[in-house]
């Protein structure tokens, strides 16, 4: 049926609705009980629609507002319980036409008339054919959404948007009358999850209705909530500023028709000082969007004051700190969009203007914006076309070396800092012109003399930083092969004299990454035959920069052995030094498989013949090298090397006095092993030592290798326990269950379980740390699923230890358990920590003495807790107060210690507080005269806060 016109006097339509129903086929076979409600009833048939309205026909008819929408709302209730088919289309139109003839009347009381209308429209099944005119013009034409709740208002923005999904054709052909519309429906909407609503239905209507004159109405109506301001509430959680901010400014780039408008208001806002520079970044984002959303064309009448925004905001001086993202976003799209234009006129009249601009805020260094004028240049750089390319690198490399010299600077006590920061910017201008060699070369070729000259100036003042930037534009020009003979010259001079020096540490990387380029391009060769008058420090290091590919390797892996062995024997401090030479070169030479096997081998050789250091650190140090190295292998060339260690390993090809070597210096890559066959050898070895086959056992494990494995010794059943974790299975959290309630029967807690509880949660050891060893985990998230699980688990425990004894020793499971929590940085943990909060307070109680990972994790349980106790209270400050008192604390524990005062201060009633504050401020006072300005400051203003809770 079609949607009949509506009656005039409700009164009648309410007879109306109740008779037409009447006329509908109705069941009614079952027999009625008082105990079964209407949804029941008309569900199964055994009362009938007509019935149900006739019972509610007096408060229908009744001369009280009260009764008439009491009884709507009963119907309404019943209808939303009914199944989405239950009504068939005439009865849905008429309920409908009934409940639309409601609305003004139901709005003044709070009526559910809009829930009913809601149901019917998306709910129902069955919808009669032309409802859809008639709804747009009674609820949102003729209607006032605004008048209505929020929640009545989030109804009818759902219906609105039914009807946008399904019946936009039907709304197309009403055109600028239901744009007109639209914009009263959702003009004035304040609450947050309306407006998601009304930003989304803003999209579509933007994009599929001809908006003819009311193209700049219906963009105020978004505008005027730009850029948002929003702060999210403890109901509101699930919406953010941000994604407020990212749907407000899709409806302000939906139309062509809102280009002009678009970007006079990011011009506007740009200017305006109240602003917050959170918002300032939107407003960068919003145009960026529309710079690649709107016809190019659109953007040229505004560039000028675009431009101009943009170096308001990025050059202001009041945001300290780096730029942020969205200018370089914004200048990035604006860039593009003049170059879609295809005239080169508008890009080189943009950047010239840029340049022009920028150039008092980049020379005027001592105002501290030329980082930030460089960086919007780099943007600029990076968007420009050739042409525009090089003359901005032009312009930026004179300024450079103007700003090296120290020619701009006025203050003498300023010249070295200003040109450290300038020589960090050359550098990086240098390596950017590098990224672009088409554009990058003949100006890196023409300014050649004039970087190095002013480099050389800078040495006056800044003697390491221009040394390292020496080195580092050497490298550049080297990598291009574009440069002159004296800088060919020069650079052979500056390897050769490197090599004799003596540098500070900061120097030395870009010293052997130029040593690597000169040999990769064949710029000197090194002098072996002088070697022995080559810093000491840097022979090794410099011998495997210089290795580029096999010949190099076989010409120069004789006397890099040599050298190794030379610094294990004599114990050499540099043998760090000359290790991490040796990884870095298997690195580099990476992509040769061949070249890196062989590398590597030839390292394990070098273990194998070399005779004990007598320095446990120093074979700690030759096995976690050799581990680094093994993770370069491929799996084929990583498995082949596996079973050359197994072979060592094997009792009948190894001596007995040579297996502790081979277990320091092999097992951590051999953890690295994915072969069952090869572990299980090593694991069921007799020849090995017991520390061995426990962290073979635990990389079997970890792999699933050995599932039921017979563990006696809690040593052994920690590392299972441990290398299941990793793997987060519940037998794992089983097994650490059985093993803390084995711990917590003991009579007192002694050296075993003082190690055993740290080891459990030490993941960065070398032989746990599932990088380096290639264990399996769960994904990155390991650590703070190892944290979830175990923190209901350990509070099982101490609900099961009833003796103070065995809680006593359980509780030294907290403090390596905390530490591990200290490192994940996941706000959910605070969850976790309200867990472990009472174990916490009892811990404090004990008499022991407390770790520093307990009190670094103070503050965390304080910001947790809810209201304390006075007892607890008391507990923690006479535990900080303590501390404070001891001259012997440690620094930082006296900061974590200032900081669980002032949370404990924001925290907790006043009220609770003010009994402590005596001996708070006499613990602080002490504090006072400490030799640290930092603890100074932070007691002042801890103590400064306790105070003041005296008057609340």
Same mark, same amino acid.
């Given at each position: 049926?079609?949607?009949s016109?509506?009656?005039?006097?409700?009164y009648?339509?309410?007879l109306r609705v109740?008779?037409? #129903?009447a006329?509908?086929?109705?069941?009614? #076979?079952?027999v009625e009980?008082?105990?079964?409600?209407?949804?029941?009833?008309l569900?199964?048939?055994?009362?009938?629609?007509?019935?149900?309205l006739e019972?509610?026909?007096?408060?229908?008819?009744?001369d009280?507002?009260?009764?008439?929408e009491?009884?709507?709302?009963?119907?309404?209730? #019943?209808?939303?319980?009914?199944?989405?088919?239950?009504?068939s289309?005439?009865?849905?139109?008429l309920?409908l036409e009934? @409940?639309?003839?409601?609305?003004?009347?139901?709005a003044?009381a709070g009526g559910?008339?809009?829930?009913?209308?809601?149901h019917l429209?998306?709910?129902?099944k069955n919808l009669?054919e032309?409802?859809?005119?008639?709804?747009?013009r009674f609820?949102f034409?003729?209607g006032?959404?605004?008048?209505w709740?929020?929640?009545?208002?989030?109804?009818?923005?759902?219906?609105?948007?039914?009807?946008?999904k399904?019946?936009?054709?039907? @709304?197309?052909?009403?055109?600028?009358?239901?744009v007109?519309?639209f914009?009263?429906?959702?003009?004035?909407?304040?609450?947050?999850r309306?407006?998601l !609503?009304?930003f989304?239905m803003f999209?579509?209507v &933007?994009?599929?209705?001809?908006m003819?004159?009311?193209?700049?109405?219906?963009?105020?109506?978004?505008?005027c909530?730009?850029p948002v301001?929003?702060? !999210? $509430?403890?109901?509101?959680?699930?919406?953010?500023?941000?994604?407020?901010?990212?749907?407000?400014?899709?409806?302000?780039?939906a139309?062509?028709?809102?280009a002009?408008?678009?970007?006079?208001?990011?011009?506007?806002?740009?200017?305006?000082?109240e602003?917050?520079?959170?918002?300032? %970044?939107?407003?960068?984002?919003?145009?960026?969007?529309?710079a690649?959303?709107?016809?190019?064309?659109?953007?040229?009448?505004?560039?000028?004051?675009?431009? &101009? +925004?943009?170096?308001?905001v990025?050059?202001?001086?009041?945001?300290?700190?780096e730029?942020?993202?969205?200018?370089?976003?914004a200048?990035?799209?604006?860039l593009?969009?003049?170059?879609?234009?295809?005239?080169?006129? *508008?890009?080189?009249?943009c950047?010239?203007?840029f340049i022009?601009?920028?150039?008092?805020?980049?020379?005027?260094? =001592?105002m501290?914006?030329?980082?930030?004028?460089?960086?919007? @240049?780099?943007c600029?750089?990076?968007n420009?076309s050739?042409?525009g390319?090089?003359?901005?690198l032009?312009?930026a490399?004179?300024?450079?070396?103007?700003l090296v010299?120290? %020619? $701009?600077?006025n203050?003498?006590?300023?010249?070295a800092?200003?040109i450290?920061?300038?020589?960090?910017?050359?550098?990086e201008?240098?390596?950017l012109?590098a990224s672009?060699?088409?554009v990058g070369?003949p100006?890196?070729?023409?300014?050649?003399?004039n970087?190095?000259? !002013?480099?050389?100036?800078?040495? =006056?003042?800044?003697?390491?930083?221009?040394?390292?930037?020496?080195?580092?534009? !050497?490298?550049?020009y080297?990598?291009?092969?574009?440069?002159?003979?004296?800088?060919?010259?020069?650079i052979?001079?500056?390897?050769k004299?490197g090599?004799?020096?003596?540098?500070?540490?900061?120097?030395?990387?870009?010293?052997l990454?130029?040593?690597?380029?000169?040999?990769?391009?064949?710029? *000197?060769?090194?002098?072996?035959?002088a070697?022995?008058s080559?810093n000491?420090?840097?022979?090794?290091?410099?011998l495997?920069?210089?290795?580029?590919?096999q010949?190099?390797?076989?010409?120069?892996k004789v006397?890099?052995?040599?050298?190794?062995?030379?610094?294990?024997e004599?114990?050499?401090?540099?043998?760090s030094t000359?290790?991490s030479a040796?990884?870095?070169?298997?690195?580099?030479?990476?992509?040769s498989?061949?070249?890196?096997?062989?590398?590597i081998?030839?390292?394990a050789h070098i273990l194998?013949?070399?005779?004990?250091?007598?320095?446990?650190?120093?074979?700690?140090?030759?096995?976690?090298?050799l581990?680094?190295?093994?993770l370069?292998?491929?799996?084929?060339?990583?498995?082949n *090397?596996m079973s050359?260690?197994?072979?060592?390993?094997r009792g009948?090809?190894?001596k007995?006095?040579?297996?502790?070597?081979l277990?320091?210096?092999f097992?951590?890559?051999?953890?690295q092993?994915?072969?069952?066959d090869?572990?299980?050898e090593?694991?069921? $070895?007799?020849?090995?030592?017991?520390?061995f086959?426990?962290?073979?056992?635990?990389?079997?494990v970890?792999?699933?290798?050995?599932?039921?494995?017979?563990?006696?010794?809690?040593?052994?059943?920690?590392?299972?326990?441990?290398a299941l974790?990793?793997r987060?299975?519940p037998? +794992?959290?089983?097994?650490l269950?059985?093993? @803390?309630?084995e711990?917590?029967?003991?009579?007192?807690?002694?050296?075993?379980? =003082?190690k055993? *509880?740290?080891?459990?949660?030490?993941?960065?050891?070398l032989?746990?740390?599932?990088?380096?060893?290639?264990?399996?985990?769960n994904?990155p998230?390991?650590?703070?699923?190892i944290f979830?699980m175990?923190v209901?688990?350990?509070?099982?425990?101490i609900?099961?230890?009833?003796?103070?004894?065995g809680?006593?020793?359980?509780?030294g499971?907290l403090?390596p358990l905390?530490?591990f929590?200290?490192?994940? +940085?996941n706000p959910?943990i605070?969850?976790?920590?309200?867990i472990l909060l009472?174990?916490?307070m009892?811990?404090?109680?004990?008499?022991?003495?407390?770790?520093?990972?307990v009190?670094?994790?103070?503050?965390?349980?304080i910001?947790?807790?809810e209201?304390?106790d006075?007892?607890?209270?008391?507990?923690?400050?006479?535990?900080?107060?303590n501390?404070i008192?001891?001259?012997?604390t440690?620094?930082a524990?006296v900061?974590?210690?200032?900081e669980?005062?002032?949370?404990?201060a924001a925290?907790?009633?006043?009220?609770?507080l003010?009994?402590?504050?005596?001996?708070?401020?006499?613990?602080l006072?002490?504090?006072?005269?400490?030799?640290?300005r930092l603890i100074?400051?932070?007691?002042?203003?801890?103590?400064n806060?306790w105070?003041?809770?005296?008057?609340?």
């Amino acid at each position: 049926m079609k949607f009949s016109a509506f009656y005039s006097q409700p009164y009648g339509l309410v007879l109306r609705v109740i008779s037409a #129903v009447a006329s509908c086929a109705w069941i009614a #076979v079952m027999v009625e009980s008082d105990e079964i409600t209407w949804e029941t009833r008309l569900q199964n048939h055994s009362s009938s629609l007509t019935q149900f309205l006739e019972s509610k026909r007096e408060k229908l008819l009744s001369d009280f507002p009260d009764n008439r929408e009491e009884a709507l709302t009963e119907i309404v209730q #019943v209808i939303c319980a009914l199944s989405p088919d239950f009504l068939s289309d005439e009865q849905v139109a008429l309920l409908l036409e009934f @409940l639309l003839s409601r609305l003004e009347s139901s709005a003044l009381a709070g009526g559910s008339v809009i829930s009913g209308i809601h149901h019917l429209v998306t709910r129902c099944k069955n919808l009669p054919e032309g409802f859809e005119m008639p709804l747009v013009r009674f609820m949102f034409k003729e209607g006032n959404v605004q008048s209505w709740a929020q929640k009545d208002r989030q109804l009818q923005y759902e219906v609105l948007q039914w009807l946008l999904k399904r019946r936009l054709s039907l @709304l197309q052909a009403l055109g600028v009358d239901f744009v007109a519309t639209f914009i009263k429906t959702i003009s004035g909407e304040r609450d947050p999850r309306c407006l998601l !609503a009304a930003f989304q239905m803003f999209v579509t209507v &933007a994009k599929n209705f001809g908006m003819g004159p009311f193209s700049e109405e219906m963009f105020e109506t978004i505008a005027c909530y730009f850029p948002v301001e929003f702060k !999210a $509430s403890a109901t509101e959680k699930s919406i953010s500023r941000a994604y407020l901010s990212t749907c407000c400014s899709a409806c302000l780039v939906a139309s062509p028709n809102f280009a002009d408008f678009c970007f006079l208001l990011i011009a506007e806002k740009f200017e305006d000082d109240e602003c917050s520079p959170e918002q300032k %970044d939107d407003v960068c984002a919003l145009l960026a969007l529309a710079a690649d959303t709107f016809p190019s064309r659109a953007v040229l009448q505004h560039l000028k004051d675009l431009l &101009a +925004g943009l170096r308001m905001v990025g050059l202001n001086p009041k945001n300290r700190g780096e730029m942020s993202g969205e200018v370089d976003e914004a200048l990035g799209a604006l860039l593009r969009t003049v170059r879609r234009l295809e005239e080169p006129k *508008f890009e080189w009249g943009c950047i010239d203007s840029f340049i022009e601009n920028l150039e008092p805020f980049v020379l005027q260094a =001592e105002m501290g914006l030329s980082g930030k004028g460089f960086r919007l @240049l780099r943007c600029a750089f990076n968007n420009a076309s050739n042409v525009g390319a090089r003359k901005i690198l032009g312009q930026a490399l004179a300024w450079l070396t103007t700003l090296v010299q120290g %020619d $701009s600077v006025n203050v003498a006590a300023n010249k070295a800092e200003i040109i450290g920061e300038s020589l960090v910017f050359l550098v990086e201008w240098v390596e950017l012109a590098a990224s672009r060699p088409e554009v990058g070369e003949p100006s890196l070729t023409s300014y050649e003399s004039n970087i190095f000259a !002013a480099i050389d100036v800078a040495r =006056e003042y800044v003697p390491s930083k221009s040394v390292e930037a020496l080195q580092k534009c !050497a490298i550049v020009y080297c990598e291009l092969k574009s440069y002159s003979s004296e800088l060919r010259s020069r650079i052979e001079i500056m390897v050769k004299n490197g090599l004799t020096t003596v540098m500070i540490p900061e120097e030395i990387p870009s010293y052997l990454e130029l040593v690597a380029k000169c040999a990769k391009n064949s710029l *000197f060769e090194l002098d072996l035959t002088a070697i022995d008058s080559w810093n000491r420090q840097k022979i090794i290091p410099v011998l495997c920069s210089a290795i580029t590919d096999q010949a190099s390797w076989e010409l120069l892996k004789v006397l890099i052995e040599k050298e190794l062995r030379k610094r294990v024997e004599d114990s050499s401090d540099d043998l760090s030094t000359a290790l991490s030479a040796y990884v870095s070169m298997c690195s580099r030479s990476q992509p040769s498989e061949e070249l890196v096997y062989g590398q590597i081998l030839h390292f394990a050789h070098i273990l194998t013949s070399m005779p004990d250091s007598g320095s446990e650190e120093q074979e700690q140090l030759l096995g976690a090298s050799l581990q680094k190295m093994t993770l370069l292998l491929s799996s084929t060339s990583h498995s082949n *090397f596996m079973s050359t260690i197994s072979a060592l390993f094997r009792g009948s090809t190894v001596k007995e006095s040579s297996l502790y070597l081979l277990e320091e210096r092999f097992s951590l890559s051999f953890l690295q092993c994915e072969r069952k066959d090869l572990l299980e050898e090593a694991r069921t $070895s007799s020849h090995m030592s017991k520390k061995f086959k426990n962290r073979i056992l635990f990389a079997s494990v970890n792999r699933g290798f050995v599932e039921n494995q017979d563990i006696s010794a809690t040593e052994e059943s920690a590392v299972v326990v441990k290398a299941l974790l990793l793997r987060e299975t519940p037998k +794992g959290i089983r097994l650490l269950k059985e093993l @803390l309630l084995e711990a917590s029967n003991r009579s007192q807690s002694d050296e075993e379980l =003082e190690k055993l *509880f740290p080891y459990l949660l030490d993941f960065n050891r070398l032989d746990s740390e599932p990088t380096l060893c290639r264990y399996e985990t769960n994904g990155p998230l390991w650590r703070q699923r190892i944290f979830f699980m175990i923190v209901p688990a350990y509070k099982e425990v101490i609900d099961l230890s009833y003796s103070t004894a065995g809680k006593g020793i359980l509780y030294g499971f907290l403090p390596p358990l905390l530490e591990f929590a200290q490192s994940l +940085g996941n706000p959910h943990i605070k969850d976790q920590f309200s867990i472990l909060l009472p174990m916490f307070m009892d811990s404090l109680r004990r008499d022991e003495a407390l770790s520093t990972s307990v009190f670094r994790s103070i503050p965390s349980f304080i910001q947790v807790a809810e209201v304390l106790d006075p007892q607890n209270i008391a507990v923690l400050v006479n535990r900080i107060s303590n501390v404070i008192n001891n001259d012997s604390t440690k620094m930082a524990t006296v900061l974590d210690s200032l900081e669980s005062l002032r949370f404990l201060a924001a925290r907790q009633p006043a009220r609770s507080l003010q009994p402590f504050i005596q001996p708070v401020t006499v613990a602080l006072n002490k504090l006072l005269a400490h030799r640290k300005r930092l603890i100074r400051q932070r007691a002042a203003a801890v103590k400064n806060t306790w105070e003041t809770l005296a008057e609340k």
